[in-house]
C-alpha cells in the first residue's frame, strides 16, 4: 500500500526502503471478481521471487504490484547499494519483463531452481499459473497450472521447499473483507504439488 521495497542488511543490522515508479499499481489493472464479490485495490509492488545465479554472480530479483499485470526485475546488487539505489540515479537499472494478459493479476510469486520456474498466483482465475524464466514473457508463454473456484477462492500466498514441493495458501479474503465468511465451511486451505508434475504439459515445461 506504500509503494515501497524495504532492504535489509544483516550484515550491517540496517534497513532502507527503496522507491520505484514499478513498484505502483496500474489504474486500468485495479478491478478484481474473486468468489462472486467485486472490488477494486489500488495494491502496489507485492510478490517477490529471488531468480539464479546470473554468470556475474548477482542475482534478478523479480516482482510485480498486486492491482497489475506486469512482471518486472531488478539486479539483488542495484538494492544492495544503497546510496545508488536510493539516491535518485537507478530508474532505468528496473527493467520491464512482461505482461501476464488479462485478469493476471497475481499475489505471490517464488522461484524453483530445479525447474527454473517461476510459479505465481493468479487471484481473479482463481488459479496457480507459471513462467520458464528461459522463455519471453508474454501470455502465450505463461502456463495455467489449475483453476478452481472453491479450492482456489484467492490464492495469497506460496512456497516451494528443498525438495520441490509448491505449497499454496488460499484464504477467500475479499468473503473476510467484504461480506461474510460461513463458518461452516471450509475458508482456508493449503494445497501442494509437486514442481515437475505441476507444469507437465504447459509452456513452462522445456
Known sequence: GAYGVIVYSLRNDKSYRVKHNFFH?????????????????????FGLAVGPMNPDHS????????????EFKVSNRVLQ?????TGGDSYYDFKYVGDRGMNGQSTAEVFDPE??????????????????????YTPDTQGLID???HTLV?????????????????????????????????????????????????PCEM
Open 115 to 136: 525447474t527454473g520456474v517461476i510459479f505465481y498466483t493468479q487471484v481473479n482465475k482463481d488459479a496457480i499459473a507459471c513462467w520458464n524464466i528461459k522463455r519471453p
Open 154 to 202: 484467492f490464492p495469497n500466498d506460496m512456497k516451494i521447499d528443498n525438495e520441490g514441493t509448491v505449497w499454496v495458501l488460499s484464504d477467500k479474503m475479499p468473503t473476510y473483507l467484504y461480506k461474510e465468511l460461513d463458518p461452516s465451511a471450509v475458508n482456508y486451505r493449503i494445497l501442494m504439488g509437486q514442481n515437475r508434475d505441476l507444469i507437465k504439459g504447459t
Open 81 to 85: 547499494n544503497e546510496s545508488h539505489v
Open 25 to 45: 499499481f496500474d489504474p486500468l489493472q485495479g478491478d478484481f471478481n474473486v468468489g462472486g464479490v467485486n472490488f477494486q485495490w489500488t495494491d502496489g509492488v
Open 147 to 149: 483453476s478452481d473456484s
Open 59 to 70: 542475482k534478478d530479483i523479480y516482482f510485480h504490484a498486486l492491482a497489475s499485470t506486469k
